[in-house]
């Protein structure tokens, strides 16, 4: 299975500023996925990294809010933009196991927008 | 909209009591997997079911997948209070590289 390393684990941010989560894998994958789990809710996708194209973004969420860089097939980063304290969210990533169905997550970012 | 609607929302029950959580989902998937969460953690895969599949057994993990009314069933017997953590159903839809979760189940196991 997968080891997956999120980073950093948690953080409290101003509003108006920017964060960057990184997710490291321990095996290249094809695939990596970003979530968002808003307090007390499940999660939800935020969009698909593929290595070496540009992220798909589902409805509801945009680039310019949650750039996403794939720059390899072990690495990726999500940047939480221009935050509000609606961002405050556990966000985590998650890879495909080598059977091509999403199994594996990170241990997830808590972000607290103050 | 979210795809999973899990009940119920939460479980409170004694340890060795068995816990059963339900998943009810809307469009056709290629399979279906239960995941457990402890304190708004990272997520923790349990068990996949495929949609030409029926019941998988894990351990103490029992899984029922019923396409045909669309929804599956998580039985953990013997509970622990280890146990205690929200668990979320999550299918695979088809033609989608993609998962999709339920809303979760908190599950309390008092000792």
């Known amino acids: 299975s997968a080891v997956i390393s999120q980073k950093p684990s948690r953080d409290i941010c101003q509003r108006g500023t920017s964060l960057t989560i990184q997710c490291q894998v321990d095996s290249q994958v094809t695939m990596m996925f970003w979530y968002r789990q808003q307090p007390g809710q499940s999660l939800t996708l935020i969009a698909t990294?593929?290595?070496?194209?540009?992220?798909?973004?589902e409805s509801g969420f945009v680039i310019d809010k949650f750039p996403i860089s794939r720059p390899n097939l072990t690495f990726s980063t999500l940047t939480v933009s221009n935050m509000s304290p609606e961002d405050s969210s556990i966000y985590l990533c998650?890879?495909?196991?080598?059977?091509?169905?999403?199994?594996?997550f990170g241990q997830g970012t808590r972000l607290t927008v103050v | 909209s979210q795809q999973g609607e899990e009940d119920p929302q939460a479980l409170s029950i004694q340890e060795g009591e068995n816990a059963t959580m339900n998943c009810s989902y809307k469009t056709s998937i290629n399979n279906l997997q239960w995941y457990r969460q402890n304190s708004g953690r990272g997520l923790v895969h349990l068990i996949l079911i495929r949609s030409n599949e029926r019941e998988k057994h894990s351990g103490r993990l029992r899984v029922t997948l019923d396409t045909s009314k669309k929804s599956s069933s998580l039985l953990i017997t013997a509970s622990r209070a280890a146990d205690t953590a929200s668990y979320f159903c999550a299918t695979g839809i088809q033609g989608a590289q993609k998962l999709v979760f339920g809303q979760g189940t908190r599950l309390t196991i008092n000792p």
């Open positions: 998650s890879v495909e196991e080598q059977g091509g169905i999403q199994a594996f």
């Open positions: 990294a593929n290595q070496g194209s540009e992220a798909t973004y």
